[in-house]
């Protein structure tokens, strides 16, 4: 059974730097796409940073955040520099595959900035 493990969340002030890591288990599991999502109070789930074949960002954390893979680790990171009051949410670690197409998800970190 596939499982996200995300880690890294917390509390910083607006302009700090937070790096959050995601470990899929599972020692055949190859996901396609794996990439971080956040979800805010009273708001929807949004994606935040992809990586597949493609690297794609919000256009509200381009230019401060970073996403990179480990494959050999089967390992996600984000890593969000210049952070703002507005990036304050919880964090979704997920992974897809095309072939079936499945998502998995992570528990959730929260990651809290102050102003």
């Known amino acids: 059974q596939v499982q996200l493990v995300e880690s890294g969340g917390g509390s910083v002030q607006a302009g700090g730097s937070l790096r959050l890591s995601c470990t899929a288990s599972?020692?055949?599991?190859?996901?396609?796409?794996m990439g971080w999502y956040r979800q805010a109070p009273g708001k929807q789930r949004e994606l935040v940073a992809s990586?597949?074949?493609?690297?794609n960002y919000a256009d509200s954390v381009k230019g401060r955040f970073t996403i990179s893979r480990d494959n050999a680790k089967n390992t996600v990171y984000l890593q969000m520099n210049s952070l703002k009051p507005e990036d304050t949410a919880v964090y979704y670690c997920?992974?897809?595959?095309?072939?079936?197409?499945?998502?998995?998800w992570g528990q959730g970190t929260q990651v809290t900035v102050s102003s």
């Open positions: 599972g020692s055949t599991f190859r996901p396609d796409i």
């Open positions: 997920a992974a897809f595959t095309l072939q079936p197409v499945r998502d998995y």
């Open positions: 990586s597949g074949g493609a690297t």
